[in-house]
């Protein structure tokens, strides 16, 4: 027990979003998104740890048909080359896959990583340069998680050339879109992520993915093993 821990209702709130949360491609309806819910979730997003305290993210919202119609093109070439690393009948269910949304929903949101900010020395980067990088990864998963929590779908679109999307949104040369992400009210959120229901593939078993001290060692803690089977 801690002092600190959230109420029991507090706590199944936060789990409950995060096993909840979707990755939407198809569902989004044509409402509109409120001024004050979207601060929240842009705030959310900014509330995010980041190593050195750097903040390495911005946002770029998109409303503008014409910039959607733009990204869509460089989602659909990437999407036909993407589709050649498959065969035979895997390749026809990639085909049959809805992998975004980005007309459908009412908003895009750019989620970048200035690979400058905080100058040439940010504190806990000197050996891991990518920090600036996963920490823009958190931004994304703490807007990912209030939206879910407000009702809203989110869809990744990664099925895209970052050098083309920068061009299409005028990024400065330093400043890389890490995450473009389609915003919107949907109709449901399916019981399973989509990938699994379409039965491209299945959640791991986590017991499976747990390591002792070392990748060769075992976990000798039986209660913990039982707990995470029964959970």
């Known amino acids: 027990m801690s002092d600190h821990q959230f109420s029991d209702e507090q706590r199944a709130g936060l789990y409950r979003a995060i096993h909840e949360r979707r990755d939407v491609r198809s569902q989004f309806l044509p409402d509109p998104?409120?001024?004050?819910v979207l601060a929240r979730l842009l705030k959310a997003a900014h509330h995010a740890p980041s190593v050195g305290f750097m903040q390495p993210w911005d946002f770029v919202l998109i409303n503008?048909?014409?910039?959607?119609?733009?990204?869509?093109?460089?989602y659909e070439a990437a999407n036909a080359e993407a589709a050649?690393?498959?065969?035979?009948?895997?390749?026809?269910?990639?085909?049959?896959?809805?992998?975004e949304g980005i007309v459908d929903s009412p908003i895009n949101l750019c989620i970048?990583?200035?690979?400058?900010?905080?100058?040439p020395h940010v504190l806990g980067r000197n050996t891991?340069?990518?920090?600036?990088?996963?920490?823009?990864?958190?931004a994304v998963q703490n807007l990912w998680l209030a939206a879910r929590a407000?009702?809203?779908?989110?869809?990744?679109?990664?099925?895209?050339?970052?050098?083309?999307?920068?061009?299409v949104l005028e990024l400065p040369e330093q400043v890389y879109p890490?995450?473009?992400?389609c915003l919107g009210y949907v109709s449901e959120f399916l019981p399973k992520p989509e990938l699994e229901i379409a039965g491209w593939r299945s959640r791991l078993p986590l017991e499976q993915?747990?390591?002792g001290n070392t990748w060769s060692g075992h976990v000798n803690d039986d209660a913990l093993m039982a707990a995470i089977r029964d959970a």
């Open 64 to 74: 503008s048909v014409e910039v959607k119609r733009a990204v869509k093109a460089l």
């Open 112 to 119: 970048t990583c200035d690979r400058q900010r905080g100058g």
């Open 209 to 211: 993915l747990l390591h």
């Open 150 to 167: 407000e009702g809203i779908g989110v869809g990744w679109v990664s099925i895209v050339d970052p050098a083309q999307l920068a061009k």
């Open 178 to 181: 890490l995450a473009y992400l």
């Open 128 to 138: 891991m340069l990518d920090t600036d990088l996963f920490s823009t990864c958190l």
């Open 84 to 99: 050649g690393n498959y065969s035979d009948e895997r390749a026809a269910q990639y085909r049959r896959l809805k992998l």
């Open 33 to 36: 998104i409120a001024p004050e």
